[in-house]
């Protein structure tokens, strides 16, 4: 008789357990996939002006530096974890492709600091063309920082080339990137 009160509580404790895991299934940090369509950061039906060409080049209007703030500001949101907010970057950034972007890529950009470092990478391509499409799903103005950025680069700033290589400059004078990206000279800085 003991036996068999025993197997009962065992078997009213592993339908509890399993009640309670299914109930809870998806709400945890791991959870924040677009892969459903019906996330909040799923972007798939947006469709950038310049994104028609074939060689997806999409014009970047913003920092490194302000994009690695995007990325930080969102894996801290409920439900995103940074392979989740990978999968969504790759996914807006090459649709239809099967693109996928390495989390030991993101962690190396992600320490970095500087306007244009790590202007060259993929994360830097693929968080900003899924933050600009986020911000058209999402009705909102572009700031006025973006709007400096577009009068500055028309084209978009420099990403086929690092900008963190050396410089020559005239003895005395010290090379430096602002906030913009814009490479200025200091000059008559050493004695």
Not at 17 to 39: E, H
Not at 96 to 105: Q, V
Request: aromatic content about 8%; overall charge neutral; some cysteine.
């Amino acid at each position: 008789m003991a036996m068999a009160k025993a197997m009962a509580t065992a078997t009213a404790t592993q339908k509890r357990a399993r009640t309670a895991t299914a109930a809870t299934a998806g709400k945890g940090r791991g959870s924040g996939r677009a892969a459903d369509g019906n996330s909040e950061y799923d972007v798939s039906g947006i469709e950038l002006e310049v994104e028609e060409d074939d060689e997806l080049e999409v014009p970047v209007f913003e920092t490194c530096d302000r994009v690695r703030d995007m990325i930080r500001k969102h894996v801290e949101r409920p439900g995103v974890t940074k392979a989740g907010f990978l999968r969504d970057a790759a996914k807006a950034a090459f649709p239809g492709g099967d693109k996928t972007i390495n989390s030991g890529l993101l962690h190396v950009f992600l320490k970095q600091e500087g306007a244009l470092v790590g202007n060259t990478g993929i994360v830097f391509y693929a968080a900003y063309v899924f933050f600009d499409k986020l911000r058209i799903k999402n009705g909102e103005p572009k700031d006025d920082f973006r709007l400096t950025m577009e009068d500055i680069w028309p084209y978009g700033i420099e990403r086929e080339k690092p900008v963190n290589g050396p410089w020559i400059v005239r003895a005395g004078s010290q090379p430096y990137i602002n906030e913009f990206g814009q490479v200025r000279i200091m000059r008559n800085c050493y004695p």
